[in-house]
Every structure is written in structure tokens, then in C-alpha cells.
């Protein structure tokens, strides 16, 4: 059956025939080349591993689809068929790896429920115990009550008085120490030297305040002089160009001597000219804004240069610029990016404080957690001083320093739960999350463990809740060093439903983090157990927590 044509049909049954795959050279010797490929690139590979095969093969065949033009809508649909399968079995698989967790912390579930009814007559043995030795300590210290009130009894009885003895006075005479020469002599030498260094700070620190008045009326005479002279150069300077367009108009004029015009006549020409040109430059630079702080003299901007200069004077809270103009002194600071001269001003407490001081700081600062271009600390003192305490807590924690942070919440603040949920969607970090899920010295936890891994969930911060849930698996528990502190925590965690606990699970299966959800799906596990065994102790003995108060979960 031979081709006809480039339609590539056939006579019998009219149906399009695809061309031959392999038609000419080239497509042997991309056949040789594909094989080649293949070859090297599986010797690379681990033959043991399934998918580094898959990869390679899945190359080639991408290799021969864009080669074979003819052939590629078949081997297109073929490769999409054989992808499908493939993340079939894949999806298989990992349904079974969970369900296999699943079942087994479900097959365990019995034996959960039969320790803890153990441990809870263990429990009931040891309360006895105690109460025993309660009662026994009890007896022991009415005894010792009787005996001292009869010791003390005695002791009244005895009527001769004790003898008080004579103490020896080791205390020097007064005056004795004014006859020692040597004391008198070290004594002399430290005021000799005291004086001295008054003497030298009065004469260099110190000054009259006449002197002050006086080099105030110096630099006043000074500036109208520099005035004077700066209107003098401007007269000169322009009598200078006057005479210059005069004296090439006149050059100019008896190099051609135009007919019917004088040299007068064209000097007067070239001066209007030179005028109108002059105008014309001074309007345009008019249009330029007062405050325009573009220009520079010696690395400074004139608005720069008045705040630098405005802040020596304010040294008295009176004479402090009120909080609009420091307002704008702060904003010239951080536009230039002179921290060092607003923290100077900040530190010698040059400026009228406001919150929109304290947040325009605040916000300057673009670093990561921890702060280090000391915008923090600066906004920190502006908050301290106005006594807003929340946002000097924020700028504490971006600071890296969450200790202080809360040190401050406990002595100035008095934080509920969104307060502190707040605190970690403003400034979250892996050490916040640790001090907010551990338990404190009151034995309690400010957030738990469930809604805090969820507030960053809701902000899409992976890169900090899932470093934290493998750091809180791989740390011991202070209680139970056998069981990890990720694991008490969610035992703790009263607040997080079981679906929200699944969502969870789900979320770190999707990103890759298998190991880290079933050890979540663990904890859940021995949780939910924790509380069917609960409710089922509770419907079978429902006096036994009433009359011992004893809390199965603890």
C-alpha cells in the first residue's frame, strides 16, 4: 500500500493515514541521540529509585513529541493518560499511609482508655496517702504546740533575772580622729585636688553671661556685614555684565558697522536684550517652592540645617518647638536618614513627644525581626514617655527583646487573649510563640497552642509556623521528659475543635510535611481519647471526680 499525494490516504478505506515516524537521516540520528540521552542519564540516577526513572523517561518522550509534529496529538493523549494514572497511585498511596495511622491510633484506643482507668486508682491510692501523712504531721505538731507551751511555762516561773553583762564600747573618742597627721594630711591632698579641678571647669566650661550677650551683638554685626557685602558683590557682579555686553557690543559693532546705526544705538540694543533675558531667568527660578529641601550645602538640606539649629535652644520644656514643628523635625531626620541626630534629640529630650511621633519612627524601620537600624528603640522611648504602653511593647518585641516585652505587660498592662493575639499578628516570631504556648510560673499558658499555629496560618506565615510545630515536637515537656512539649500543649489546648485540628493536619500534608501531621494526628488522637475516656468514666462513676475532685486530664 504505497502514499498518494501529501494526504497520506488510503484507497480501500478513505481514512487519513498518519505518515512513517522515522522518514529520513535526521530522525535516525535523533533516535541515536534520544538513546544516548537516556543511557548517561540513568546511569546518574539511583536505579532503586522509581521516580528519578520516571523523570528521565518523561523527558525523552517530551523530546519526541515536540520532534514527531505528525504524531502529536496521539502521543500527547497517551502521556496525559499514563500522568493520571500515575497520581492515581500516588493519591492512593498516601490515602493509605493516613488511613494506616488512622487505624492504628484507633486500634490503640482501648488500651488508652484501660491505662487511664489504671492511673486513675493510682491516683485515688496516692490522695489516701497523703491524707494519712496529713493527719500524722497533724498530731506531730499539736505535740510540739504542748511541749513549747509548757517550756515556755517554766521559764516564767523562774524569778531570779539573768545577769546582764558589761559590753566593751570599741568606739573612738570624738575629736581622736582630727589628731591624726596622716588622716589630716590624705585629707588635704583630696580637697587641694578638688579645688584644682573646680578651677579648671570654671574657666573652661563656665563663662559670664554678659559673654553671651556680647557674642550674640558680634555675630548680629557680623551677619548684617555679611549682608552688606553679599548686596555689594550682587551690584558689582551685575555692573560687571552690563559693562561686558556694552564692551562686545561695541567690539561687535566695529567689526561690521552696519549702515543708518550708531555704536550707541547698538550698546543700548544689547543692554535691553541682556535685560529681558535676566527677567526672564528670574521668573523662571520663582517658580520653584520655598521648601524645596533638593538642595544641598556641604551634604545637609536648608530644612535639616534649621532643625539641627532650632534644637540647641530647646533645652527647657518651655522653649521646646510645640508638636507640629517637632513633628516635621522628625520627618526631615528620617527623610535624610539621620538617626544619630534624632536620637540625639530624643535622648536630651529636645522635642513635644506625640503618637504620631512615636508611629512615624515606628514605621520608618523596614528590618526584619530583630530591629537593627534602631528605629525601635527610638519609638520604644517615645511610647514609654507618653505611656502607651501596647505599641512600646510592639516595638520591644520587633526588637527581638520578647522578655522585656512581657515583663512589661505584667507590670503595666493587664492583656486578655485577643491581646495577645494581636501582639503575634503584629510582630510574630518563632521566640513569641514559644513564650506565649509555654506554660509561665502561674502554670498557665497565654495563648494556646491551637490558636496560635491558626493566627498564622490566616497570614500564610508556613515559614514560621511550621519550623515552630517541628521545634515544639523535638523539645521534652517539663513535666513528662518522655513526652514532647508539642504534645502537652495540645493535650492543654481546650479551645481548638477536632475539625480545626484536621484542617491543620491536611494543610501540613499538602506542604510536604508528612512526618510533622502524623505526629499532630498522634497528639489529636491520644486528645480525643483523653476525652471519651472522660465522658465514659463520668457516665459510669458520676460521684467519683464530685468527691474526691480529683481532674482525670491532669
Given at each position: ?157 523562774i524569778t531570779e533575772p539573768p545577769k546582764r553583762e558589761l ?257 503575634l499578628r503584629m510582630s510574630p516570631s518563632i521566640q513569641l ?122
Open positions: 500500500m504505497s502514499d498518494t499525494g501529501s494526504g497520506y490516504s488510503t484507497p480501500t478505506s478513505g481514512f487519513m493515514r498518519l505518515p512513517p515516524i522515522v522518514t529520513s537521516e535526521s530522525d535516525r540520528q535523533f533516535l541515536r541521540v534520544l538513546n544516548d540521552y537516556i543511557e548517561v542519564e540513568l546511569r546518574k540516577v539511583n536505579p532503586e529509585d522509581d521516580e528519578q526513572r520516571y523523570i528521565v523517561y518523561k523527558t525523552a518522550f517530551n523530546k519526541i513529541i515536540e520532534h514527531v509534529t505528525a504524531y502529536q496529538p496521539l502521543l500527547t493523549t497517551i502521556k496525559k493518560e499514563y500522568e493520571d494514572t500515575i497520581e492515581a497511585i500516588k493519591k492512593a498511596q498516601r490515602e493509605a499511609t493516613f488511613l494506616h495511622g488512622k487505624l492504628k491510633a484507633m486500634a490503640s484506643e482501648p488500651s488508652t482508655i484501660r491505662n487511664y482507668r489504671k492511673r486513675g486508682d493510682e491516683l485515688e491510692e496516692r490522695v489516701n496517702i497523703v491524707k494519712k501523712d496529713n493527719e500524722r504531721l497533724h498530731n506531730q505538731l499539736i505535740e510540739l504546740k504542748v511541749k513549747r507551751m509548757e517550756r515556755e511555762k517554766q521559764e516564767k516561773e559590753k566593751k564600747d570599741h568606739r573612738l573618742i570624738p575629736g581622736e580622729r582630727f589628731t591624726d597627721k596622716e588622716l589630716l594630711h590624705t585629707k588635704l591632698e583630696e580637697l587641694d585636688r578638688q579645688l584644682k579641678e573646680l578651677t579648671i571647669s570654671f574657666k573652661t566650661r563656665y563663662v559670664p553671661k554678659t559673654r553671651k550677650t556680647e557674642l550674640k551683638d558680634n555675630l548680629d554685626n557680623k551677619v548684617a556685614h555679611r549682608d552688606m557685602l553679599l548686596r555689594q558683590g550682587q551690584f558689582y557682579k551685575a555692573k560687571r555684565q552690563r559693562l561686558k555686553v556694552a564692551s562686545e557690543a561695541a567690539q561687535a559693532y566695529n567689526r561690521e558697522k552696519p549702515p543708518h546705526q550708531t555704536v550707541g544705538d547698538t550698546v543700548m540694543m544689547s543692554l535691553q536684550y541682556a535685560a529681558m533675558q535676566a527677567k526672564k531667568q528670574r521668573e523662571a527660578v520663582t517658580h520653584v517652592e520655598d521648601d524645596d529641601v533638593q538642595l544641598r550645602i556641604n551634604g545637609r538640606t536648608p530644612l535639616l540645617m534649621f532643625c539641627d539649629a532650632l534644637m540647641p535652644s530647646a533645652g527647657s520644656e518651655n522653649a521646646r518647638p510645640d508638636a507640629r514643628l517637632s513633628l516635621e523635625c522628625v520627618e526631615c531626620a528620617l527623610y535624610e536618614n539621620r538617626l544619630d541626630l534624632l536620637s540625639h534629640w530624643v535622648a536630651q529630650k529636645r522635642l513635644t513627644f506625640s503618637e504620631e511621633i512615636g508611629h512615624l519612627i515606628k514605621d520608618h524601620c523596614k528590618c526584619k525581626i530583630p530591629c537593627r537600624c534602631s528605629c525601635q528603640a527610638l519609638a520604644q522611648n517615645v511610647f514609654i514617655k507618653l505611656k502607651i504602653y501596647k505599641e512600646a511593647i510592639v516595638c520591644l518585641l520587633k526588637q527581638g527583646r520578647v522578655k522585656a516585652g512581657l515583663d512589661v505587660v505584667r507590670q503595666r498592662c493587664n492583656f486578655s487573649r485577643e491581646d495577645y493575639e494581636e501582639l510563640l514559644h513564650t506565649l504556648v509555654e506554660v509561665d510560673n502561674k502554670g498557665e499558658r497565654h495563648l494556646p497552642i491551637g490558636c496560635a499555629i491558626m493566627n498564622l496560618m490566616e497570614q500564610n506565615k508556613f515559614d514560621l509556623a511550621l519550623p515552630f510545630i517541628q521545634e515544639m515536637q523535638n523539645k521534652p515537656s517539663k513535666d513528662d521528659p518522655h513526652t514532647s512539649a508539642f504534645h502537652a500543649a495540645v493535650l492543654d489546648d481546650h479551645g481548638t475543635s477536632l475539625h480545626e485540628w484536621n484542617e491543620l493536619v491536611h494543610i501540613l500534608q499538602d506542604q510536604g510535611y508528612n512526618e510533622t501531621a502524623m505526629g499532630l494526628l498522634a497528639a489529636i488522637t491520644v486528645l480525643q481519647a483523653m476525652k471519651n475516656a472522660l465522658r465514659t468514666s463520668q457516665e459510669e462513676f458520676p460521684t467519683l471526680g464530685q468527691s474526691e475532685n480529683i481532674d482525670v486530664l491532669s
